[in-house]
């Protein structure tokens, strides 16, 4: 081999290293490693051992990574290369042609690519030759570079991007403008050209006038406190990383150098034209009553840096710093403001709302634990007024059946559940057609239904208060007792002792909540306790669902309200409940594992590290008994 | 062709195995001169023949590559150690670049900014300068430069396919790898094998046709840097969570030309100045709250104490409950998170606009001897919650926390 290969292969082996060996996991040392560990260890087993294994037979390690990187890889080639890898295993000697083979697969993928790229290729049709190819790289980017006026061979730092184009290119990603503004007086003293395309402001309307003019009235004082560099009033307000305690911070008062403590970041509101400034308009435009009309605020994230320097080098800048007799130091905020995007977090948004909808959250049992203001207009009632009351108290005899299925279907499932039109009752008696669409929010970590969202639309008003007669139900008698009931008697969940023998509606939902959490419990057979989950006959106060959910989701009520429960009545609930906390955290160490898998797909299917948990929870069985606690209420 | 270029890269490897060996066989066969060793000779001589050609064609091949890699605007010190993959690659990423920036340009002609911005912008520049200028004794720092610094990361450009078709020079300061050893790499090499999804997601509505989208993403990316900041063994990578921010660039003239910007940056959590409109708590793994400062009072109406055991699912607008699932999916899977605005109910009623930026951290105070946190330690997530509106709707009442009742209790 001649001396200049061998010298590429040794540039070849230096250069493909980084990316190689960077695959390689190692033992942490930051300060998060027990949490990424497993899923590096086991994301990577597969793909990235296998380099490793390469390794002792080769020093050619480049064409992995072709492997890796080229996505239009042909899958009769991959295939080759697995079966390859088998045979390696074996033998190691044997595979120094398949791996020239790769080496040159990437060359000639490379090459490709550059061909690609190159307008004096395109046009010919058959494939060329890669030293034609090469030589045509060289003449375009002669070409290139001759229009590229800004590059030249003899700058002393050569780079790919002139500075200028960086600049532009930041800004470009950032969607922000770069500013300076003197921290004694706000006095814009530097603003960069892209601010005009998001403020819509040109650049020489803003230049030294006061930043504050252009910040929410509100938030003055927030900018003010951060330009404030010499006094921090409250003491402690920096975070150590490590312990996330807040720490004091120590500014070093008229450091010229970038420190930690002259770090800034934070939000305000600032104003824009809605209109765009034209460049002709701008000198008669600038103090108009209709320029009022148009400003709006826009939220704005500037992060930046404190920086200051003697104001005896400030020389003729220093003009508007003169009445700063007393420090001789000239302080400044640089920073970078990017306008805060104020769709990004809806973009895959679960919850999309329109004019005739609103949006409502259950607790598990069904009871308001959240009502969107629309609701007020649609249905009557201040969300107050619904807050801590069940849904069912208002849902008309001849849905509750459907409703109660759907309300046990989006339980157990983690879709979306479409219920039927149903009728609501509004506050003047009259009912309107609904539609929802309901999903339990489930916490990421630990699997729990947190709670149930239900958008609402509106179908239609209707205003006879008169029921269908077309299909009733047995239990609609029923259920009418109980709302009559329910209207005479406010519900105040955990209070009405007599509910053992008193039915009402609301107490629907939380046997449906009850069932779940017997469900649950056992795992094996839901709801085998009681046969007809929905009957309304059945002697179970909610209390009994209120003390079961207060427990079990939380380990932390659970620590508190359970001895106070367990000494009164003595049963032997009480010995599964100091269980709780290790069973908490077995259930974050399971999860952790199943957390941090290959990808958020998988992230819901833990149904394995649910039923050890869910097992632990079996030694508990007399739940379904009624259970006196006055003091148990819902957590939500 | 492939096939053409094989041959001869096979033909290669066997003469260069072979070529001590053969040596030996030409003298040997010229001294003897036996029938059969004049056919192994005539063979030889073949043999030589194309081997010089071969050798030809290499330096050819070499010299091209020598002229390609001295266009690319490298350090000689660097162009000294490219290998010819590398140059190629280079090469592809400057040749895109340039692409990329005729684009830019052009389509700054069109709104009448470019002209403005090289010419008309010169007298205003000036005030900077000065201040530059002033500084430079200081610190030298000058504005492009600056632009970076203060946004304390580095800009990536990606191509749909995830090719890192630029990176600014400063990546090393956070991968610990350089510039030119990254760049025309493909960004999936780099990522988390659990992020590829994710960023393919971000990549792929490129190819959709419509006006500048936003990108915001947390990524976990491969960094050759020890803890103490040093460039490590390369073996030794370590994950660093990057929170990348930009926006696509869509060319509808040459489509392999759009591109991501993106500024990736880590969260700087723990260096920043906390406002007095900024709270901070600790939240277990499934968003309880186990500490929060007192600022929390003032800015929410809440109590610390009334907030401890609490979800923070609770405390948010429902509308907006997607957006703190992502976040806290971004938290358990790449332990940092930033959360985008969402609202925050007020206790009183109403709502405030918000953004939280988290981490995990070990919850416990790590002692100063075991600086490695114990797998066994409870992880706690730590938030900084910035409040970015004032209270909207103070009249309203929207969650049951909010009502009388609960006040009661």
Not at chain 1, 232 to 250: F, M, S, Y
Not at chain 1, 490 to 514: D, F, L, W
Not at chain 2, 212 to 226: E, G, H
Not at chain 2, 234 to 252: E, I
Request: glycine share 6%; hydrophobic share 30%; net charge neutral.
């Amino acid at each position: 081999m001649s001396a200049q290969n061998a010298a590429a292969g040794g540039g070849d082996r230096a250069g493909s290293e980084p990316a190689d060996d960077v695959l390689v996991e190692e033992e942490q040392s930051n300060s998060l490693p027990s949490l990424m560990t497993p899923s590096i260890t086991s994301g990577m087993s597969s793909s990235m051992d296998m380099p490793r294994k390469r390794k002792g037979s080769t020093d050619n390690q480049d064409s992995k990574l072709a492997m890796i990187s080229d996505a239009d890889m042909e899958d009769d080639q991959n295939r080759s290369d697995g079966e390859d890898q088998h045979v390696k295993i074996k033998c190691f000697r044997e595979p120094h042609s398949q791996i020239e083979k790769r080496r040159r697969d990437k060359m000639n993928n490379l090459i490709d690519k550059l061909s690609a790229m190159i307008p004096t290729c395109n046009p010919m049709s058959r494939k060329l030759d890669k030293l034609t190819v090469l030589r045509m790289a060289v003449q375009h980017l002669k070409s290139l570079k001759g229009s590229a006026s800004s590059f030249s061979e003899a700058s002393s730092k050569p780079s790919f991007l002139p500075e200028e184009e960086l600049k532009h290119l930041v800004l470009k990603a950032a969607d922000g403008f770069l500013f300076v503004v003197g921290c004694d007086r706000g006095k814009i003293v530097f603003v960069s050209e892209s601010v005009t395309k998001i403020l819509n402001y040109s650049r020489a309307e803003l230049i030294g006038q006061s930043l504050f003019d252009y910040i929410h009235p509100k938030d003055m004082g927030k900018v003010k406190e951060q330009l404030s560099a010499s006094e921090l009033h409250p003491r402690e307000r920096l975070i150590d990383a490590k312990t996330g305690l807040q720490v004091q911070a120590d500014l070093p008062i008229g450091a010229s150098r970038l420190c930690s403590g002259a770090r800034r970041s934070f939000f305000c509101r600032m104003k824009y034209n809605k209109i765009p400034v034209k460049i002709e308009e701008k000198e008669t435009q600038a103090n108009t009553s209709k320029k009022k009309e148009s400003q709006k605020y826009c939220t704005v994230h500037c992060t930046g840096y404190m920086r200051s320097w003697p104001t005896s080098q400030m020389g003729a800048e220093g003009e508007g710093e003169g009445d700063k007799q007393d420090s001789s130091y000239f302080s400044c905020l640089v920073a970078v403001g990017r306008v805060h995007s104020h769709s990004a977090p809806q973009v895959n948004g679960e919850v999309r709302v329109k004019p005739t909808e609103f949006v409502t959250r259950y607790a598990m049992d069904g009871k308001f634990t959240f009502v969107d203001q629309r609701a007020t207009t649609i249905l009557g009632y201040l969300p107050q007024e619904l807050l801590g009351t069940s849904c069912y108290e208002y849902f008309h005899q001849d849905d509750l059946l459907h409703l109660a299925d759907r309300h046990r279907k989006v339980l157990r499932s983690r879709e979306k559940i479409e219920t039927n039109c149903y009728k609501f009752k509004t506050k003047y008696g009259s009912f309107v057609t609904l539609q929802s669409q309901w999903f339990s929010f489930v916490n990421p970590w630990n699997k729990e239904v947190e709670y149930i969202v239900s958008t609402n639309t509106v179908i239609s008003y209707d205003n006879s208060r008169t029921a269908r007669s077309g299909h009733k139900s047995e239990q609609s008698g029923n259920s009418k007792a109980s709302e009559d009931c329910k209207k005479s008697l406010p519900v105040i969940p955990g209070i009405s002792s007599t509910s053992g023998t008193m039915i009402y509606a609301g107490s629907i939902g939380t046997q449906i909540a009850n069932e779940l959490l017997d469900f649950n419990k056992l795992n094996s057979s839901p709801s085998s306790g009681n046969v007809s989950p929905f009957s309304l006959t059945q002697e179970k106060s909610p209390q009994t669902l209120n003390q079961i959910t207060n427990s079990v989701p939380n380990g932390e009520t659970s620590d508190m309200e359970i001895p106070g429960k367990s000494s009164s009545d003595g049963e032997p609930q009480g010995a599964s409940f100091p269980g709780g906390d290790s069973l908490m955290g077995e259930n974050s160490q399971l999860d952790l594992d199943s957390v941090v898998g290959p990808s958020l797909n998988s992230f819901s299917t833990d149904e394995a590290a649910m039923a050890v948990i869910m097992s632990l929870l079996e030694t508990d069985t007399n739940l379904g008994e009624a259970v006196d606690f006055e003091e148990m209420h819902w957590s939500l | 062709m492939q096939e053409e270029r094989g041959d001869t890269h096979w033909s290669q490897a066997i003469s260069s195995v072979l070529q001590g060996n053969l040596c030996w066989h030409h003298r040997h066969a010229a001294s003897r001169g036996t029938p059969q060793d004049a056919m192994t000779a005539d063979k030889e001589k073949r043999r030589a023949i194309s081997r010089e050609a071969a050798r030809r064609r290499r330096r050819v091949e070499s010299d091209v590559f020598g002229d390609l890699s001295r266009l690319l605007p490298l350090q000689p010190s660097v162009r000294a150690h490219l290998d010819k993959p590398s140059v190629i690659r280079l090469t592809l990423s400057y040749i895109r670049l340039q692409t990329l920036l005729k684009e830019t340009a052009g389509s700054h002609e069109e709104l009448g900014h470019g002209a403005r911005y090289r010419h008309g912008g010169e007298a205003q520049d000036g005030c900077l300068f000065e201040l530059g200028k002033e500084t430079e004794g200081l610190d030298p720092l000058d504005e492009n430069s600056m632009y970076l610094k203060i946004l304390e990361g580095f800009l990536m450009v990606l191509s749909t396919l995830g090719d890192m078709i630029f990176l600014s020079d400063n990546v090393s300061k956070y991968m610990g790898l350089s510039q030119t050893e990254l760049m025309g790499h493909n960004i999936f090499e780099y990522t988390h094998p659990c992020d590829h999804e994710e960023i393919r997601h971000n990549l792929r509505l490129t190819a959709e046709l419509g006006c500048s989208q936003k990108r915001d993403f947390v990524v976990r990316i491969k960094s050759a840097l020890t803890h103490r900041g040093r460039v490590g063994n390369l073996k030794s990578t370590t994950w660093k969570v990057l929170h990348c921010q930009g926006r696509v660039k869509l060319c509808a003239a040459s489509s392999s030309v759009s591109c991501v910007l993106l500024t990736c940056r880590p969260l700087p959590l723990s260096h920043t100045l906390l406002s007095t409109h900024t709270f901070t708590s600790q939240h277990s793994m499934d968003m309880r709250f186990t500490y929060c400062d007192q600022r929390v009072t003032s800015l929410l109406g809440y109590r610390p104490e009334e907030l401890l055991g609490r979800s923070i699912y609770d405390l948010c607008h429902t509308l907006d409950t997607s957006c703190l699932n992502k976040n806290h999916l971004n938290l358990c899977l790449k332990s940092q998170s930033v959360s985008g605005r969402y609202r925050m109910l007020v206790r009183s009623g109403g709502y405030v606009w918000v953004e939280s930026h988290s981490a995990v951290i070990p919850g416990v105070q790590p002692s100063r001897s075991r600086p490695r946190p114990n797998p066994s330690q409870p992880l706690c997530i730590l938030c900084v919650t910035y409040i970015l509106s004032g209270v909207e709707e103070p009249s309203l009442q929207l969650s049951l926390d909010q009502t009388f009742q609960r006040y009661l209790r």
